[in-house]
Nanobody, 112 residues
Framework: QVQVVESGGGLVQPGGSLRLSCAAS????????MGWYRQAPGKQRELVATITSGGTTEYADSVKGRFTISRDGAKNTVYLQMNSLKPEDTAVYYCKREPRYWGQGTQVTVSS
């Protein structure tokens, strides 16, 4: 069974930074794509960033230039570095290991 566990969420002021981590159970971690998604209250879940097994990244337009996704194969972990955070970034952030394994989510709140 594949397990996906996020951590690193919290409360941060506008303009601040957070780094989210996503640990996935081994199961050939390095050959799968990974992604971060988020869901704000009353809204649908949306893609934030993805990274392929080869390291190719993709970002939502709303986070380009502010967020960076990366992966560490030795640690079976994917990271989301979030800088210049805005109140509209407030959401539950979910990690996904392709093709269909989701974590439980971690809350990110951007507020003064």
């Amino acid at each position: 069974q594949v397990q996906v566990v996020e951590s690193g969420g919290g409360l941060v002021q506008p303009g601040g930074s957070l780094r989210l981590s996503c640990a996935a159970s081994r199961n050939n971690f390095v050959i799968y794509g990974m992604g971060w998604y988020r869901q704000a209250p009353g809204k649908q879940r949306e893609l934030v960033a993805t990274i392929t097994s080869g390291g190719t990244t993709e970002y939502a337009d709303s986070v380009k230039g502010r967020f960076t996704i990366s992966r560490d194969g030795a640690k079976n972990t994917v990271y989301l570095q979030m800088n210049s955070l805005k109140p509209e970034d407030t959401a539950v952030y979910y990690c996904k290991r392709e093709p269909r394994y989701w974590g439980q989510g971690t809350q990110v709140t951007v507020s003064s």
